[in-house]
């Protein structure tokens, strides 16, 4: 009896896991992150997309301090495109960012946005459950409050945000930017592709990590099997 109640138990928990993840993940949105998963890379032009929304739009509320104009780079921009960036922008000082400079913060006046703060953007992904998941619902969750709740002064009704009610008034709409690959810049796609920026932002050695760890797991298959076939020679005439 009890092998059959220990299968039980096992299938039983299976159960309850896989079935507690789609609850959780139900009112996230079903997009496909590339940078997700096992496996997963970066998808540098989609990050690259991202950026632009990020510095068009997001950057008049939040900063992003940890992160420098060279870090482009790794998104696979040149040198030359990463500097002429830079140079568009103006530090604190009012002299134009260089590649050294990190993302300049925006001035809020105090008391905006009923008191809330906007958060730093640079590794949000990883500070909250389901990362670019999350930003991506939060993005382009807003929706009209539902009968009976009633929301603080100044702030908006959103389906992603723990609680419902965020101060960040929604911040995409369609065409903000336009895309130099000729993309539509359509609400979801911007949302889509900032979080795909946010993800790397927050993980930027996430391929190199997962080609090492690709790397380990062949060569201990490898040493698995030499090590099958040695210990098969070695005993073969003394079984
Ligand atoms: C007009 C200002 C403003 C803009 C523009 C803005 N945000 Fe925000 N954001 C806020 C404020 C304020 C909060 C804090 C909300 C709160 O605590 O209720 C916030 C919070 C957030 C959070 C944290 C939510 C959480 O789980 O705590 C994320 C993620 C975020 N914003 C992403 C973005 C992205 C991505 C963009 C650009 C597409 C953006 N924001 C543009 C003001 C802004």
């Known amino acids: 009896m ?10 039983t928990g299976l159960l309850a896991l896989l079935g507690g ?36 739009v997001c950057a008049s509320c939040h900063t992003a301090k940890a992160l420098h104009y060279r870090d482009l780079e790794a998104l696979g921009l040149t040198p030359d495109q990463v500097a002429g960036i830079a140079a568009g922008v103006k530090t604190a000082n009012g ?42 619902h939060l993005l382009t969750g ?5 009968a009976g709740v009633t929301l603080l002064p100044s702030y908006y009704y959103n389906t992603a945000y723990p609680g419902g009610q965020l101060a960040m008034p929604p911040p995409l709409k369609a065409d903000d930017v336009t895309y130099a690959d000729g993309k539509s810049a359509t609400v979801a796609q911007q949302a889509a592709d900032v979080s795909e920026f946010l993800a790397w932002s927050a993980d ?3 391929d190199a990590r997962h080609e090492v760890g690709l790397r380990a797991v062949l060569f ?20």
């Open 95 to 136: 002299a134009p960012a260089t590649l050294n400079d990190t993302f300049p913060a925006p001035k809020i006046p105090a008391g905006a946005f009923g008191g809330a703060v906007p958060p730093d953007l640079s590794d949000i992904a990883a500070q909250r459950p389901h990362g670019a998941r999350y930003i991506d």
């Open 21 to 56: 993840n789609a609850l959780a993940h139900d009112r996230l949105s079903p997009f496909h992150f590339q940078s997700q998963g096992l496996l997963g890379s970066t998808d540098k032009a989609a990050a690259q997309r991202g950026f632009l929304v990020y510095e068009t």
């Open 204 to 206: 930027p050695n996430l």
């Open 142 to 146: 807003y929706a009209p409050a539902p």
């Open 220 to 239: 201990l298959v490898f040493l698995t099997i030499i090590a099958i076939a040695s210990k098969r020679r070695i005993w073969r005439e003394t079984v």
């Open 2 to 11: 009890r092998p059959v109640f220990g299968k039980l138990w096992l299938a």
